[in-house]
């Protein structure tokens, strides 16, 4: 028996003919096919060796069939940590997981206009001559806030890092104990501070910190007061800081910088959807911060990145800081941020980028949305058993971690399949959809759904 399989297993040469492998090798090339095939081939006769495994098919035809699955299963598995879409239905808007805030239809018009050709990147049109990077978006920026000037980096962590050491290298950085937060991914106000160059000064205590604690500490090493937005965490209870006004004014007196890390800093007012804890960047300049700084791809929708708007003779040290070369961004995430801010410009915002339409929807067009879906998926006979409740979605992103959106939820189940089952087979499909069990069920939330993936996600439920 054992022989006789391994007899039948068919030649490499004959399999790479086989048509189960023919879109493989269109796609992947002969040879990394063949390569999978060698190891598949030799996987197979290892268990017929050694007689364990699954029983093998004798026939030859269906025995090249399971090479096939093999070989194809490997390609899979190597291709799964390969950047691809993927559908969040978690109704989490800033998934940081999932890539944060999709782009607009003008952003990614932008970014394949300057990817597929040349751009002014670092030329002048005016003069012919060496221009800078993102010299438009001081103007922009202008329009939009009256901000001083603009310095983009790769995030919000790399310009607070950048900031710091502009503003504060082998001096003192004085920072309440009730901000010394950590956001994730390891990024910790105190080591950012030490990678920085400069020295952590802690004053006052977790929950309470006044106005007076920043002026005692202020010394001649004193190079910046840092305020920092508390992101994904809320200290309530018998809670105190000074207003940014207060701040700046005592910053002022100093003739020292206020640095204000806003974290996701929205440029629109988001108090009529819940959202009333997140400082606007406008809010913070008209306080008085001599410096802020903010992330591209949280609640203002567009690409990662990390913007510092700010008084003109501290944005100008930051870009001459030898590491701005190191932390600085490339065209396409010019063009996709230009064309998001183009969007506030407009006053479209709300419209045009997606993150900001799907926090914007409501309750009730949510529902619409998910009993549609459903009359979809059961327009032809399936298993699967979907109903409505009421639910929350979420901002992500660390932002606003109390506000919940309320949702409506699609939950899904099967008679046979659990929820894990279900999580699994939908993570699985191709594209991968990405949902979330509450309370032992499998919920979808189309609330971070774009309408183009609808198709995929009824038919991924039909297969159930
Ligand atoms: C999110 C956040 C950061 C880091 O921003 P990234 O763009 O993710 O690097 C820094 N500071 C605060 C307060 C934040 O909320």
């Known amino acids: 028996m054992a022989n006789n399989i391994l007899r039948s297993l068919p030649s490499i040469d004959v399999m790479l003919r086989h048509g189960s492998l023919s879109e493989l090798v269109s796609r992947d090339g002969r040879e990394n096919v063949r390569d999978r095939l060698r190891e598949a081939l030799d996987e197979i006769r290892r268990e017929v060796l050694r007689g364990d495994g699954l029983p093998l098919p004798e026939d030859p035809e269906s025995l090249a069939r399971e090479v096939s699955r093999r070989v194809r299963a490997r390609f899979e598995s190597r291709h799964l940590g390969r950047t691809q879409p993927v559908i969040n239905a978690t109704g989490v808007v800033l998934h940081t997981n999932l890539g944060r805030a999709p782009l607009s239809a003008a952003a990614l018009t932008a970014i394949g206009e300057v990817a597929a050709g040349y ?39 790399a310009a607070v890092l950048l900031t710091l050491n502009t503003l504060a290298e082998g001096g003192e950085v004085i920072v309440s104990r009730g901000e010394l937060v950590e956001i994730g991914g390891s990024f910790r106000i105190p080591d950012v501070i030490t990678k920085s160059g ?6 006052g205590t977790t929950n ?3 106005l007076s604690d920043y002026e005692q500490a202020i010394n001649e090493q004193t190079k910046a007061i840092l305020r920092v937005h508390p992101s994904n965490y809320r200290i309530i209870g018998f809670t105190e800081k000074p207003e940014l006004c207060d701040l700046a004014a005592l910053a002022r ?25 997140e400082p606007t960047v406008a809010s913070s300049l008209e306080a008085g911060a001599t410096v802020v700084a903010f992330s591209g791809d949280k609640l203002l929708g567009g690409p990662q990145c990390g913007i510092v708007l700010g008084e003109p003779a501290i ?48 309750r009730d067009e949510v529902g619409a949305r998910a ?48 929820a894990d089952d279900i999580e699994k087979r939908l993570r699985h499909n191709s594209p991968p959809i990405i949902a979330r069990i509450v309370d032992d069920r499998l919920t979808l939330d189309v609330r971070t759904v774009q309408p183009r993936d609808e198709a995929a996600i009824i038919t991924a439920l039909q297969r159930l």
């Not at 400069?198 to 004053?203: I, Q």
């Not at 020292?256 to 996701?264: A, E, R, Y």
């Open 119 to 157: 751009c002014n990147l670092e030329y002048d049109l005016a003069t012919g001559n060496r221009g800078k990077r993102g010299s438009g978006l001081d103007a922009m920026f202008g329009d939009l806030l009256g901000a001083g000037a603009a310095a983009v980096v790769n995030n919000c962590a």
């Open 208 to 210: 309470r910190t006044r």
């Open 371 to 418: 009993e549609y879906l459903i009359d979809r998926v059961i327009a032809i006979p399936c298993e699967v058993e979907l109903r409505l409740i009421d639910g929350f979605s979420a901002v992500g992103g660390g932002s606003a971690p109390e506000v919940q959106l309320p949702s409506v939820l699609i939950t899904v189940s099967h008679p046979r399949l659990s």
């Open 198 to 203: 400069a020295r952590l000064r802690e004053v």
């Open 253 to 277: 007196a100093h003739n020292l910088p206020l640095f204000d890390d806003l974290g996701s800093g929205s440029l629109v007012d988001l108090a009529g959807i819940g959202i009333s804890e």
């Open 315 to 362: 944005i100008k040290n930051i870009k001459s800081n030898p590491l701005m070369r190191a932390l600085r961004v490339d065209k396409l995430s010019y063009a996709a941020l230009e064309a998001t801010i183009a969007s506030y410009l407009r006053g479209n915002a709300q419209r045009e980028l997606p993150a900001l339409a799907a926090l914007h929807a409501t």
